[in-house]
C-alpha cells in the first residue's frame, strides 16, 4: 500500500516537473513565504529539480526569526524577576537577545519553562497562584486564536496572574513590505496554506493586483509544493496576476469564521518591528484595552532595554528575499546551530537553519541544471 502511494506520488511529481520545464521560458522569483515550506522545499529537494530559471526566495514566515531583538530582551527581563514563571515554545529559548538567550538566563536560576500549548501555562499559573506566569505569545494567524483563547479561559476562572508577551504578526503587511521595498525581486508568492486555514485567503486579492503578483496558496507536501510552483509560473508566463488556491483540502476563501471572530473580539492591528526587517505598519497584533491587565507590557514596565545586533548577520536581507543564508560569510563558519547568531538558524523553521541541515553550502547552477534534466 506503502509502495503503491509513493509510487503514485512520484510520479505525479515527474508530470508536474515536466510541465513546469514545458511551461517556463525565462527566468522568475518566487518566494514561499512559510518557514514550515522553506523546509519541505530543502528536504525533498524540490529546488534542485525545478529548471534553473526558477529561483525559490525564502520569506519571513517564521515567527520565531521575526520575534524582534527587543522583545527577546525583554522577555530575558521578566524571566529573571523573582516572582515570576516564564513559559515558551522551545524554540524561543535558543533565539539569541543581546547578550543572552533564555536558555542561559534558565541557567543562571530564572524559572523558564518549556509548554506546548498556552493553556498549558494558564494551568501553571492555576496551580502557583503565588507566582507571576507569563507566556511567550509568538506566531503568525495560525497561533493567535490558541493565544487568545489562553487569556479568554485565564479571564473565565479568574486567573489573575496569568499573561502574555505578544509577539503576534500578520503575513498581508509583510507582503505588502516585501513588495514595495525598492530592491524587491520576489515576482509571485506562494502563500503559507495553514495560515489560510483559518484566514482564508480574501485577503491577497488587493495584493496581487496592486502590485502585480501571482498569489497561490499552496500545502506543505511534495506534491503540494509543485503544484504551486506550476500554478504561480502559469500565470508568470501568461502575464496574469490572481489569487489562487493550490490546498483546496484544507482552504476555503473565507477560511475559519470563528477563529477569526475569536481574534478580532480580542486583538486589535498594531505596529510592529520585525527582526532584520524593521516597522512593517499594522503587521503585528496587540490585545484590546479590555484585555490590557493580560498584557505582560502593561503588568510588567520593563524599560532600559537597550539591543545589540550581531554585525555580520543578514537575516533580516534573508527574510526579504534578497539574499540566501549561503551568501552570509558567517554561514557554518561562525554561526551554527550549536552558536546561531540570528534566529533564523535556531528556528526548525527559520531557512539558516534548513540550509545548514539539507547542506546547501553553494548554489551549483551546473549541478542543479544537470539533476533537474535528469529527474
Ligand atoms: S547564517 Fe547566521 S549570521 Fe548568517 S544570516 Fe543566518 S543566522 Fe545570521
Request: hydrophobic share 35%.
Amino acid at each position: 500500500m506503502r509502495y503503491t502511494s509513493e509510487f503514485r506520488d512520484k510520479t505525479l511529481i515527474q508530470g508536474i516537473l515536466k510541465e513546469i520545464r514545458r511551461t517556463v521560458s525565462q527566468r522568475w522569483v518566487i518566494m514561499e513565504i512559510c518557514g514550515g515550506q522553506t523546509h519541505a522545499i530543502l528536504r525533498y529537494g524540490l529546488d534542485q529539480l525545478l529548471p534553473p530559471e526558477v529561483e525559490l526566495v525564502h520569506g519571513p514566515g517564521c515567527p520565531v526569526c521575526v520575534t524582534p531583538l527587543e522583545l527577546v530582551d525583554k522577555a530575558i527581563s521578566i524571566a529573571t524577576l523573582p516572582e515570576v514563571i516564564f513559559t515558551s515554545y522551545g524554540d524561543m529559548l535558543r533565539v539569541p537577545g543581546s547578550s543572552q538567550d533564555l536558555f542561559s538566563a534558565r541557567g543562571a536560576g530564572a524559572q523558564v519553562k518549556v509548554v506546548y500549548s498556552p493553556l498549558d501555562a494558564v494551568e501553571i499559573a492555576k496551580n502557583n497562584p503565588d507566582k507571576q506566569v507569563v507566556f511567550f505569545a509568538i506566531g503568525f494567524e495560525t497561533t493567535a486564536p490558541a493565544n487568545v483563547s489562553s487569556v479568554l479561559q485565564a479571564k473565565a476562572l479568574g486567573i489573575k496572574n496569568y499573561s502574555i508577551l505578544s509577539s503576534m504578526v500578520r503575513v498581508p503587511p509583510a507582503m505588502h513590505a516585501i513588495l514595495g521595498a525598492p530592491h524587491n525581486r520576489v515576482q509571485g508568492f506562494l502563500a503559507a496554506g495553514h495560515v489560510c486555514t483559518v484566514m482564508g485567503y480574501w485577503e491577497y486579492p488587493p495584493i496581487a493586483e496592486q502590485y502585480h503578483v501571482p498569489i497561490t496558496v499552496t500545502g506543505f507536501e511534495p506534491l503540494d509544493l509543485l503544484q504551486g510552483i506550476y500554478m504561480t509560473l502559469q500565470q508568470l508566463e501568461a502575464g496574469q496576476y490572481q489569487t489562487q488556491n493550490a490546498y483546496t483540502r484544507a482552504v476555503t476563501y473565507e477560511g475559519n469564521r470563528s477563529a477569526q471572530a475569536l481574534i478580532t473580539q480580542t486583538l486589535e492591528p498594531c505596529d510592529r518591528q520585525w527582526r532584520g526587517i524593521g516597522l512593517i505598519p499594522m503587521s503585528g497584533w496587540k490585545l484590546r484595552e479590555e484585555y490590557r491587565d493580560f498584557d505582560a507590557e502593561h503588568r510588567f514596565r520593563v524599560s532600559h532595554i537597550q539591543t545589540k545586533e550581531s554585525e555580520v548577520c543578514i537575516s533580516g536581507l534573508i527574510l526579504q528575499g534578497i539574499k540566501k543564508p549561503n551568501q552570509c560569510p558567517a554561514f557554518r563558519t561562525l554561526c551554527t546551530p550549536e552558536n546561531p547568531l540570528g534566529a533564523t538558524m535556531v528556528s526548525s523553521e527559520g531557512a539558516c537553519s534548513a540550509y545548514f541541515r539539507y547542506s546547501r553550502d553553494q548554489e551549483d547552477i551546473q549541478d542543479h541544471a544537470t539533476r533537474s534534466e535528469r529527474f
